[in-house]
């Protein structure tokens, strides 16, 4: 079996699509060196090694030894140099790369040969005695730091204190005696260590390969790879690369640098690039040196800086993407030492992608894939500065519901969020909230619960007004009484500022420095104008109000995929009204209060449909149970007690008989308006009377009505026939025609497992998976943040439940109740309306099942698209 793998002088036996097993850094050689472009040569040592190694207790295949020997004697005959030679030294850097980039995770060696004769022989052929002897003391520091494992700040101290002495600010500035002094303290270190510098070249890079592949492993990669959810059962290792030395520390003829071929900030199409003069690469990343900026490379050489940039071009036309570049000029000759697609923005690979459709680089389905939704979602909300952050204090961490950037101060009530909220930024601190709450939610710049999970009501709605949230910090303790909370020591009073980051959890004291969103500009609409192009599914959202129906309007939502009708019923102008009809006695007094409701949902729907201009609109009835909507707090119940012309006490004895002991399990949704139809009826005409209404301005609407928790057939079947006789009667009354439609929610199990029976009588299907997967798991979804952080530290999940669909549990009940519903009624529409209708992973399942569309927060409308239609090249590519 072959290990390893020779490139250089136009010729290479890898090329770049070898970079599972030769690394990014290896693939990208052999490639540059089959397209003719200057690269030293070199041999890399495949990633396959890395994964015998692992598996076998740190050891190395049999043959690899005699592998790597026979390839140094070819890099000896390509570069005329002979490795440890006394008189014209081959000197090597040896170097990381696996097949994904992790920048600066792994190790690199540079000046690799190099003992107390070869030094002398490399100042002799060079006739440059003081570059000899830096590259010497280079390469004693970095050996000494990466494969010895001594702390490199006692070389530091020892460059410092010969600077001092000699009075110079930069190392390329210390002279010849100064470096020979230098080298000798180097040697005392390692004496003082412990550990002795081996002179034998040969052994130099075997322990250099070594500490390559053990790099694999330290805890900055393991760090890099679990941020970046790169996973290492995609990968077999670290490939090593040993390349053959040129050296930009020659002299000031020489230099090294690093570019891009486009902006990586802006994603313009410029030349962006640094170099330094008289250096080796590590100047250039350490920032010892302020770098001059590209273009005066052409005061080292013209020649080399116009062919840099010519290399550039070939460079995106052969990889088709914008690239990474390092390069050495030695005396004057120019070298390319690495090549990959770049690192850059949200907003700039928003841009490359759709200028590169344009060139004519990639399709737009390439332009699609290589923009991540991580990415998107980074322009659609505030982040905070990173500069900022880092000197900010840190003081407690929860879980990231909602993303974004928010700072502004503490209230701890919605009132007081209504209050200060207009003319302030505020941020509203609860243990949890309610639905009470909400007003004051929308007043506030973010939100932050002590308790809750990713799919609790602050979560939920947070998203869905675009507001950042921290939910189920248990690290805070509230203080109601007192108006301030506590965190790891720090107290927080009332009109304090803190600052939440959404995306991370994390929650500091003061304020903390933001950059503001660039919004859905011209380039990101093109790109979410092809993805929508290229998609199967379609995105709506969840929108309550016109206020949110815009905003997913401006988003690209195709319509709205559920309303929340019960959050209507919180309106200052209304809600007194809702609690009539609660603490009503009989039929005849609900029925007072519910016609008082009934013109003000009808308005509510008239506002949603005219926004929403003829587009698809899924109206959900009530869900909650009542108790919801009446108050809590003694003073509360004084006060409604008092609105209501009832009682203290009768209020009290309503509450008493509505309390349930898991409501959520209790009486709500379809059992409710089973118990009181009457409540069906009245929102079955203010929708259907806010449609024909509408249709005499001129704008058609096809209202969708949701019934909710539907677990067996005949609940559907008793309230399909009320929404029906209710519709038919009013379009009748009109003298018109109507198209309405009839579905229900799929959030209990059961539902799942009799989908062909409710099919029967559902036109629509709409997967509220928030339920299905409480239901499913047996969590409850507002107390699980309390356990779940082990399960996924434990192993026990990979996945938070509630933000991306399980699919080995809730996922298989999905698919049944997909299967099933479509063998009985072919025309079912489905659709997912929980909140991982926004995940990327979830979208990409339920594409593989066969949903028509999703629907998600208002904000997260860009983010889905994006994600449809990457689930839909994903699958052409499968099958393909």
Not at 339 to 356: G, L
Not at 364 to 392: G, M, N, V, W, Y
Not at 433 to 455: H, K, N, P, Y
Request: with cysteine.
């Amino acid at each position: 079996m072959k290990f390893v793998y020779f490139f250089g002088n136009g010729f290479a036996e890898g090329n770049g699509s070898m970079k599972d097993i030769l690394g990014g850094k290896g693939a990208g050689l052999a490639e540059m060196a089959l397209a003719k472009i200057p690269v030293p040569p070199g041999f890399t040592i495949s990633a396959e090694v890395c994964d015998y190694y692992y598996k076998n207790n740190k050891t190395y295949p049999p043959n690899l030894k005699e592998e790597v020997e026979q390839n140094l004697k070819r890099l000896e005959e390509a570069t005329g140099k002979k490795f440890g030679d006394k008189n014209n030294p081959l000197l090597v850097s040896v170097r990381s790369g696996a097949k994904i980039s992790m920048p600066g995770m792994m190790d690199t060696i540079l000046n690799l040969g190099l003992n107390d004769e070869t030094v002398i022989g490399l100042a002799k052929s060079t006739n440059n005695e003081r570059f000899a002897l830096d590259s010497y003391r280079r390469f004693i520091q970095m050996f000494g730091d990466v494969a010895v494992g001594i702390d490199k700040e006692l070389f530091e101290d020892k460059i410092k204190e010969i600077k001092k002495k000699e009075n110079v600010k930069f190392d390329h500035e210390i002279s010849i005696e100064g470096l020979k002094w230098l080298i000798k303290e180097y040697k005392k270190i390692y004496d003082l260590a412990g550990k002795s510098f081996p002179q034998d070249p040969f052994k130099q890079l075997w322990i250099a390969i070594d500490a390559v592949f053990n790099s694999w492993m330290n805890k900055r990669a393991i760090d890099y790879r679990r941020i970046n959810k790169i996973k290492d059962s995609d990968l077999l290792g670290t490939a090593v690369s040993v390349v053959s030395m040129v050296f930009g520390n020659m002299g000031d003829d020489s230099g090294t640098g690093v570019a891009f071929t486009r902006d990586p900030s802006t994603g313009e199409k410029k030349r962006y690039g640094e170099f330094l003069v008289n250096a080796q690469g590590e100047d250039v990343v350490a920032g010892i040196r302020n770098p001059y900026p590209l273009e005066q490379l052409k005061q080292i050489s013209q020649e080399a800086y116009d062919e840099l940039l010519k290399i550039f071009d070939i460079l995106e036309a052969h990889y088709k993407d914008m690239q990474d570049v390092e390069f050495t000029v030695e005396r004057k000759k120019l070298y390319m030492l690495q090549t990959r697609s770049a690192k850059r923005t949200a907003k700039a690979a928003v841009k490359v992608a759709k200028d590169m459709v344009e060139e004519g680089l990639i399709t737009k389905e390439e332009a699609i894939s290589r923009i991540s939704t991580d990415q998107i979602d980074q322009l659609l909300h505030p982040s905070f500065d990173e500069k900022a952050k880092k000197s900010a204090k840190l003081i407690a961490k929860g879980l990231g519901a909602s993303p974004g950037a928010a700072s502004g101060k503490v209230v701890f009530s919605a009132q007081k969020a209504e209050e200060i909220g207009q003319s302030e930024p505020v941020i509203l601190v609860r243990h949890e909230t309610s639905a009470e709450d909400v007003a004051g939610m929308a007043a506030s710049v973010g939100i932050l619960t002590a308790q809750g999970g990713r799919t609790s009501h602050a979560a939920v709605v947070a998203r869905g007004m675009g507001k950042s949230a921290v939910v189920g910090c248990e690290e805070i303790s509230i203080d109601y009484k007192n108006l301030q909370f506590s965190a790891n020591g720090t107290v927080v009073k009332e009109l304090d500022t803190i600052s939440i980051d959404g995306s991370t959890g994390e929650v500091f004291l003061g304020e903390v420095k933001t950059i503001k969103p660039s919004g859905l500009d011209k380039d990101l609409a093109q790109i979410l104008q092809w993805a929508d192009e290229v998609s199967r599914m379609y995105v709506r959202a969840n929108a309550d109000t016109p206020q949110d129906a815009k905003v997913a309007l401006e988003f690209g939502a195709k319509g709205i995929g559920l309303c929340r009708t019960e959050h209507m019923f919180f309106a200052p102008d209304r809600i007194n009204t809702v609690r009539e009809m609660i603490v009503s006695k009989d039929t005849q007094t609900r029925q007072k209060a519910l016609d008082k409701l009934m013109p003000m949902q009808k308005e509510d729907f008239k506002a949603l449909f005219r926004t929403m201009k003829g587009l698809e609109v899924t109206i959900r009835l009530i869900d909650p149970p009542l108790h919801e909507f009446l108050p809590q707090t003694d003073s509360a119940i004084e006060e409604v007690a008092r609105n209501l012309n009832i009682s203290v006490d009768e209020l009290k004895d309503t509450i008493k008989n509505l309390h349930e002991f898991n409501p959520m399990l209790g009486h709500r949704g379809c059992r409710l308006t089973i118990t009181y139809p009457e409540i069906a009826i009245m929102q079955t005409k203010a929708i259907i009377l806010a449609a024909l209404e509408l249709k005499q301005e001129g704008i058609e609407c096809i209202p969708e009505i949701m019934i909710p928790l539907v677990g067996i057939d005949e609940e559907i079947k008793y309230l399909k026939n009320i929404i029906k006789q209710t519709a038919d009667e009013l379009i009748h009354q009109k003298n018109t025609s109507l198209t309405y439609l009839v579905g229900t929610m799929i959030e209990i199990p059961r539902a799942c497992t009799v989908a062909d029976e409710i099919a029967k009588e559902a036109d629509f299907f709409s997967f509220g998976t928030n339920d299905l997967t409480q239901m499913t798991f047996g969590f409850s979804r507002d107390d699980a943040g309390r356990f779940l952080f082990d399960y996924l530290a434990k192993g026990i999940l990979k996945e938070d439940p509630f933000k991306t669909i399980d699919t080995k549990g809730v996922g298989t009940l999905m698919k049944m109740a997909v299967e099933k519903g479509k063998i009985a009624n072919k025309n079912l529409r489905l659709g997912i309306c929980g909140e991982h209708g926004g995940d990327p992973e979830s979208i990409e399942f339920v594409h593989s099942i066969g949903l028509d569309y999703v629907s998600c927060s208002p904000y997260r409308v860009p983010v889905a698209r994006l994600a449809c239609a990457q689930a839909t090249i994903n699958k052409k590519a499968d099958k393909d």
